[in-house]
């Protein structure tokens, strides 16, 4: 087992234990059925093994190899799953050496191939395809064509791979170093997942690490995969458990097309996922001869706090943002609620409310002191009941601007807003568009929704205020009774600041980039030195500014808080490796 990482998966540990059911030492073992055989799924193998029939259906594993230095070969036959539960692969080598796997098909599975903390074994010849993960009881590890985990020096080479999912044809997971994946055909990855992890994951070939340092990707052929045609993920860097980053791999001489997921997918990929400072780019790749074209996003994306590495000789052509693009730094909002802070119902005089208990200032809130009618929006409460029983997201309050409209709202009005269904921000936009002079969101009163500890705004130029479900069935019960006029005071601070640098010291040379929608060569670095990128002897009809040169400058900048700020998709949560999500906006 490969040190370096306590990332023991429940296929190993099943592996290891397994009953040795079929042994033939010193001769070649055949399966030499007519039919499809079915008891030998599950069958650890020690010797060669030449199927003669196809094996399947298989309620688990297909088969486990057991043994160091034998060839699986099957033979021009298939081994086929029967969709069993958990995570279950076709072919399984758990901490084997020198093994190779060739000339079949394996389909049906949650994987097709699992190489777990082996090193130097060979795929080759292999059909790897409908491999899906859809196991309805949680979260899954598993979701790929060939999973490599943990393992290094193997060999995946002239394989296809079609329709497997939702991580990756070829997925090379945790520490797993100096892998080959060559001329490879990589279609349709394009599976929308459910229940593991995000749902927009699925990609061609996967660096996914952390720790996966000097893979070569070369000479494949990529096409129609959901969020990237070849992804270099992020790595989680903060203190005080960072994790080792994905450095120096080689992407070479490889055909993307199609990418297709979303604005955020790209051709070649390099994923800075979840919160700027606490998750970082993968660093240091060679990124060269490749072509990347008609994908929904751009065509080679660098992400904010990647470095040092070599874009060169790429084609990027016809694709929906910019051919070549290295992004910006990272913004964050900075904000601080300073005081005095004020909420107190003068009609009638009941008084101020407490501060953290009863109410708290939301993250963006404006500044203001406000005196004005409350009015409540479209609310969901029970009838003389303390807890909501509804479902959560019952409520619909302030998703439309009707709401305010059918509420009799008035401009300079207060709105009292529960929690539900849409984001905290649509909501205080809908609000702000209707006149509002301040909000009071209460949460929604199911259990875990009935503190005053919830929510962001975004950043907004009213007072914006989040109460307890408790507070906001008193108001909107004061309301029903007569008018209710409230004092909000809030004084706030907020500022955009660099939450992490933009992509740096990267050579950017030799790229030809035409026909793309955005820019076909952007640095989102836009003042000189432009973080020392070198941009050199490219040929880009259209650029951003003058550091990417030469071109004709056309495109306009982003601006800050714009596309700088992509992609950010949550990490996923596999191999018994909790990462960080970056939260969507509430509701």
Known sequence: MKGGHDMTSSWLRRALRATVAVAVVGATMMIARPAAAVHLCGTTILTDLQLSADLGPCPGDGLIVGADEITIDLNGYRIFAANGDGDNAGIVLPGRTRVTVENGTVEGFDAGILIVGGVHNTVTGMTIQDNVNDFLGGPCDLGDGIAVLDSDSNSIRRNVLVGNGPYGGVSLVGDSDGNVVQRNDVQDHDIVGTNCGNSLQDEGIRIEGPGADGNEVTQNTVGNSLLSGIGLHGYVCAEPDPEPGNTGNVVTFNRVTGTEGSSVSAGINF?????????????????????????????????????????????????????????????????????????????????PYAEGSDFQVMFGSGSGDVTAQVVPIDLAIPDSAPVNTNPVDTSTSACEPADFTAAGFQSGDIALIQRGTCTFVSKVDNAIAAGASAVVMFNEGQTGRTSA???????????????????????????????????????????????????????????????????????????????????????????????????????????????????????????????????????
């Open 271 to 351: 994923l800075q996922q979840g919160p700027a400072g606490i998750v970082c780019a993968a660093t240091q790749a060679t990124v060269q001869r490749n072509v990347s074209s008609d994908n929904t996003g751009w065509g080679v994306f660098v992400a904010a706090t990647s470095f040092e590495n070599r874009i060169e000789r790429n084609l990027a052509r016809n694709n929906a943002l910019e051919g070549i693009r290295l992004n910006g730094p990272r913004l964050a909002l900075d904000f601080e609620s300073v005081g005095p802070t004020l909420f107190d119902v003068t009609t009638p005089d009941l008084g």
């Open 453 to 587: 500890a919830f929510g962001s705004v975004g950043g907004v130029p009213i007072p914006v205020l989040s109460a307890t479900y408790a507070l906001g069935m008193q108001l909107a019960d004061l309301a029903d009774a007569g008018d209710v006029t409230a004092h909000i005071v809030t004084n706030t601070t907020l500022e955009t600041v660099e939450a992490a640098p933009g992509a740096t010291d990267n050579l950017v040379r030799r790229n030809r980039a035409e026909g793309n929608a955005g820019a076909d060569g952007y640095d989102g670095n836009l003042d000189p030195p432009c973080d020392n990128n070198t941009w050199s002897a490219n040929h880009l009809p259209t650029v951003n500014q003058p550091c990417v040169g030469p071109g004709v400058v056309v495109a306009p900048a982003a601006p800050p808080g714009g596309s700088d700020a992509a992609p950010d998709l949550g990490l996923v949560e596999r191999f018994g490796r909790d990462r960080p999500d970056q939260a969507p906006a509430g509701s």
